[in-house]
């Protein structure tokens, strides 16, 4: 078990932000390659983000150039900014550690309990 402090969850509208946060300690954020995960009722988990070895970033084709993935070292937090969010986006988004940094969306070692995102058509 590690720490993962997950909001930022909300109601939009199609076409609207919202910006996600993980707050987590300082060993995980140091040591662990941390991303989000999402999964849609009756839909299988997908990875949305993920910071891989040497801090690259693997983002699903279906949120590249809306979504990006960024961390705040002061505050041992990752931050999801999400734009144009369509119907498609709703889920409830968890944040995911990987301690071994793999280097695509692999089943991730821990999961946030998750923020839910609702997107209205």
């Known amino acids: 078990q590690v720490p993962l402090m997950e909001s930022g969850g909300d109601s939009v509208q199609a076409g609207g932000s919202l910006t996600l946060s993980c707050a987590t300690s300082?060993?995980?954020?140091?040591?662990?390659?941390m991303g989000w995960f999402r999964q849609a009722p009756g839909k299988e988990e997908e990875g949305v983000a993920t910071?891989?070895?040497?801090?690259?970033?693997n983002y699903a084709d279906s949120v590249q150039g809306r979504f990006t993935l960024s961390k705040d070292d002061a505050k041992n937090t990752l931050h999801l900014h999400m734009n144009s969010l369509n119907p498609e986006d709703a889920a409830m988004y968890h944040c995911?550690?990987?301690?071994?940094?793999?280097?695509?969306?692999?089943?991730?070692?821990?999961w946030g309990q998750g923020t839910q995102v609702t997107v209205s058509s």
């Open positions: 300082e060993f995980t954020y140091r040591n662990y390659c």
């Open positions: 910071f891989e070895r040497g801090d690259r970033i």
């Open positions: 995911t550690v990987d301690r071994y940094c793999s280097d695509a969306f692999n089943l991730k070692d821990y």
